[in-house]
């Protein structure tokens, strides 16, 4: 079991990273294989498309080399203002290969918050960990991930018979084309998917730009497929590459029987397990969702594909605030989403860059 206290023989100090450390920093998470969320090029990503500000803590030893890392970036909600580590990522915890480094982090994220007069921080782990009492937890996200292997036929024997395996043989029959790539033309025919799959569940959408960004900052690690019938673009999927993991980041089709029914989804998420098999990726990570997540279809879908599930921990600091944030499940909130899903996308175009930013 992790410690309670941090051992007073051991020197360390807790600060926030400073530009003289950044390749300290760089150097740290790229040994550790830490994902694409702890890098400083992700960092500059959300402070300039979401106007975060990031609170990147280190810890060094007394050689004054960086010992352990917990991203955590200030953002303001709808009525609250927290540290979260980090806007839209799934879990980015603390990462020390030393259990009383990972302790002192977190304590050094309670001054900090403190410090910033926030109402609350919220770490997210991907596994359960013993946190200080001062910490509430909750556990609502899952995690979906698929192990590859060298072989896509091994992958594909692993996969649901009646489900999986059975919507790619209809999709490969079903007049369907695709491609991959990241061009300004595979940019523009993905975005407009997505905003038909953010319009159709309700939620805002995340700023064209930002994915242009992404593309930018990681120019040989995202791959876009897109899927076509009779020439019309009718489903997309926007990959991240890093390290031995193919990220599943973002998806958008065409909401209507007609296409979804010919599994343009289930086409595209099988050539790029084979294109990753190819290339040597270990794992397929879909990302999260709640079981609710677009009334539990987000959540299905992954789990058919997936062959591992993890449930995600998120544990709360409570700072200025008085209980933990509950909005996802507010009477307000739902009413906002049924308006939503009857905007024209054009203004949900417009509107979702100053709307997303409230909902990290």
């Not at 304590?107 to 997210?124: L, S």
């Amino acid at each position: 079991m992790p410690p309670t206290a941090i051992p007073k023989t051991m020197n360390y100090k807790y600060m926030i990273l400073s530009e003289s450390d950044t390749e300290k920093y760089t150097e740290f998470i790229t040994r550790c294989c830490a994902p694409f969320e702890y890098t400083l090029l992700w960092k500059d990503l959300l402070e300039k498309h979401f106007s975060f500000h990031g609170f990147y803590l280190v810890c060094k030893d007394e050689h004054n080399l960086i010992q352990g890392v917990l991203p955590l970036f200030k953002a303001q909600g709808v009525g609250s203002s927290r540290l979260v580590s980090t806007p839209y990522a799934i879990y980015t915890g603390p990462v020390s290969e030393k259990e009383d480094i990972k302790l002192g982090l977190i304590n050094f994220a309670q001054d900090v918050a403190q410090k910033e007069n926030v109402d609350y921080v919220e770490i997210r782990e991907k596994f359960p960990y013993t946190y200080p009492s001062q910490f509430s937890s909750r556990s609502k996200v899952f995690n979906f991930s698929l192990h590859l292997s060298s072989n896509p036929e091994d992958v594909w024997k692993k996969l649901p018979k009646s489900s999986v395996r059975w919507g790619v043989k209809k999709a490969e029959k079903s007049g369907l084309t695709w491609t991959s790539g990241n061009s300004q033309n595979d940019v523009d025919n993905f975005y407009s998917l997505f905003l038909q799959t953010r319009k159709f569940r309700g939620v805002p959408a995340y700023p064209y730009h930002y994915f242009k960004g992404i593309i930018n900052s990681f120019p040989e690690k995202v791959k876009i497929y897109t899927a076509f019938y009779e020439s019309k673009p009718v489903a997309s999927i926007f990959l991240i590459y890093f390290h031995q993991e193919v990220r599943y980041a973002f998806a958008g089709a065409i909401h209507y029987p007609k296409f979804l029914q010919l599994q343009p989804y289930h086409l595209l998420i099988w050539e790029s397990i084979k294109d990753a098999c190819q290339k040597g990726y270990e794992v397929y990570n879909f990302g999260g969702a709640t079981i609710d997540t677009n009334a539990g279809g987000l959540y299905e879908f992954k789990k058919k594909w997936a062959d591992t599930i993890v449930e995600v921990h998120s544990y709360f600091y409570l700072v200025k605030a008085k209980d933990l944030p509950s909005l996802e499940s507010s009477f307000a909130l739902k009413v906002a989403s049924h308006i939503w899903k009857k905007l024209p996308l054009v203004v949900i175009d417009k509107l979702s860059p100053y709307i997303i930013k409230k909902f990290v």
